[in-house]
T-cell receptor
Framework: RKEVEQDPGPFNVPEGATVAFNCTYS??????FFWYRQDCRKEPKLLMS???SGNEDGRFTAQLNRASQYISLLIRDSKLSDSATYLC??????FGAGTRLTVKP | NAGVTQTPKFRILKIGQSMTLQCTQD?????MYWYRQDPGMGLKLIYY???????DKGEVPNGYNVSRSTTEDFPLRLELAAPSQTSVYFC????????????FGPGTRLTVT
């Protein structure tokens, strides 16, 4: 089992749709979790941290399920500008392979 | 505020050549990292450093070397380049380790032929 695994994607959704990604991790002792966004041929940038109680930032909601060892990212009311690859990161240095999202008009 | 800078942006190497990828950060961050990203894949950690004079191997260190003589600089050395080292290389820094955002440089696209 890989240390960090993500939904393979790609996800192709219409504008305004709600889309969710999951990311599973293998180390039950993991302490920190993040979602990064990476645009084509660009560097990753932090989208949001994932806290134990879950957290929301505008249209984005991140949740952590320690019992099942996964984190999730929910995007509501998708915009064209949300098209990107979303990377989950566990314990600072363990990246998932990414989930590619394309939002279409 | 420049953040994390990397040079060069692009480079083509012949098999067996060597080169150094430069990385500099101006945020006084303790932690610095080197990752490689192959097409359609996530980032894999090559080396990291928790402060000047301290470096540690990551997931894929073979074929690379690093040094950290100052807080600002974290160069990555490729010795005897191989086609398998064709990739995009990202340098990143963070104030501390776990729980802190990593700030990435724009990357270096390396092709070994």
């Amino acid at each position: 089992r890989k240390e960090v695994e993500q939904d393979p994607g790609p996800f192709n959704v219409p504008e305004g749709a709600t889309v969710a990604f999951n990311c599973t991790y293998s180390n039950s002792a993991s302490q920190s979790f993040f979602w990064y966004r990476q645009d084509c041929r660009k560097e990753p940038k932090l989208l949001m941290s994932v806290y134990s109680s879950g957290n929301e930032d505008g249209r984005f909601t991140a949740q952590l399920n320690r019992a099942s060892q996964y984190i999730s990212l929910l995007i509501r009311d998708s915009k064209l500008s949300d098209s990107a690859t979303y990377l989950c990161v566990v314990d600072d240095m363990r990246f998932g392979a990414g989930t590619r999202l394309t939002v279409k008009p | 505020n420049a953040g994390v800078t990397q040079t060069p942006k692009f480079r083509i190497l012949k098999i067996g050549q060597s080169m150094t990828l430069q990385c500099t950060q101006d945020m006084n961050h303790n932690y610095m990292y080197w990752y490689r990203q192959d097409p359609g894949m996530g980032l894999k950690l090559i080396y990291y450093s928790v402060g000047a004079g301290i470096t540690d191997k990551g997931e894929v260190p073979n074929g690379y070397n690093v040094s950290r003589s100052t807080t600002e600089d974290f160069p990555l050395r490729l010795e005897l380049a191989a086609p398998s080292q064709t990739s995009v290389y990202f340098c990143a820094s963070s104030p501390d380790g776990t729980d802190y955002e990593q700030y990435f440089g724009p990357g270096t696209r390396l092709t070994v032929t």
